[in-house]
């Protein structure tokens, strides 16, 4: 077996697990997540309550199912608009060259030339908590990428001499791009979705961290996370749950990338994010 298939099972096992226990949570659960009892505040795990129970006496393993949810789908549709939005400008810019190229290739150097975290940080912290705002903030720091790449594979793509040959017989430039210009760069642009939704998934855990993102008292890992930290000594399990399972599904995600680079002999020079 090669070490990519075996990446892909890994890799596929574990976010299946993750994804199923999520849709299955309002089955799986044993508790309400929201559910307050103060007389079994921080008692550690046991019988009755398996992951323990948090500083408000809510059953942490209901929680930890429900946790997962909101991070994977805010992480799928943030990086999906950033893709759409990249593909669109990189496109554009590889495509029709001249001053189109020109304008959005700055428009890109300068939102490369932001620090991603710190301009993603300002734009939460202006708008305020909520997951519009936090999905803006997503988008508007993660589309320079995409397009960067794009862009390359555009120009890379578009001297090739079927293209060539294509527009002597007439091709149109929906053609080109839709049928053949498209398809040819999204093993690329596959990889790098993969690699980014799990950076995604980083930023929305930040950002929620820092009480920009995700809002209490949602059962989120990375809120999970921010609420432990006053009891951390004294229940060390508040952090070390929600922590191992924001762990699990990073490496999942990466190892799924780093699976499919492989299947798809892609060099990671071509899916790097400059």
Request: hydrophobic content about 50%.
């Amino acid at each position: 077996m090669k070490k990519s298939d075996f990446q892909m099972k890994i890799a596929i096992t574990l976010l299946s697990f993750i994804i199923l226990s999520g849709l299955l949570a309002p089955w799986l659960a044993p508790y309400d997540p929201n559910e307050i009892h103060m007389a079994v505040r921080l008692q550690g795990p046991s019988k009755e309550y398996l992951f323990g129970t948090d500083a408000l006496g809510r059953d942490m393993l209901s929680r930890i199912l429900y946790g997962g949810r909101a991070s994977i789908l805010l992480a799928l549709i943030a990086t999906t608009l950033s893709m759409t939005l990249g593909m669109i400008i990189g496109v554009c810019a590889g495509y029709f060259t001249g001053v189109c190229d020109i304008v959005l290739t700055v428009v890109t150097q300068i939102f490369q030339g932001i620090p991603g975290t710190c301009l993603m940080i300002a734009i939460a912290g202006i708008l305020g908590p909520g997951m519009n705002h936090l999905l803006l903030a997503l988008v508007v720091t993660s589309w320079a990428g995409f397009s960067r790449i794009v862009r390359t594979e555009t120009l890379r793509i578009r001297e090739q001499p079927y293209m060539e040959g294509l527009r002597a017989l007439g091709a149109g430039t929906s053609t080109l791009l839709l049928k053949h210009l498209i398809p040819n760069m999204l093993p690329n642009v596959v990889v790098l979705f993969t690699t980014r939704v799990g950076r995604s998934v980083l930023s929305i855990a930040s950002l929620s961290y820092l009480g920009l993102g995700l809002q209490p008292p949602h059962p989120d890992w990375s809120v999970m996370i921010s609420d432990a930290r006053l009891h951390y000594r004294s229940a060390p399990h508040l952090i070390i749950v929600p922590g191992l399972c924001m762990f699990t599904l990073l490496f999942a995600i990466n190892l799924l990338g780093d699976a499919l680079r492989d299947r798809m002999d892609v060099r990671e020079e071509e899916v790097k994010e400059w």
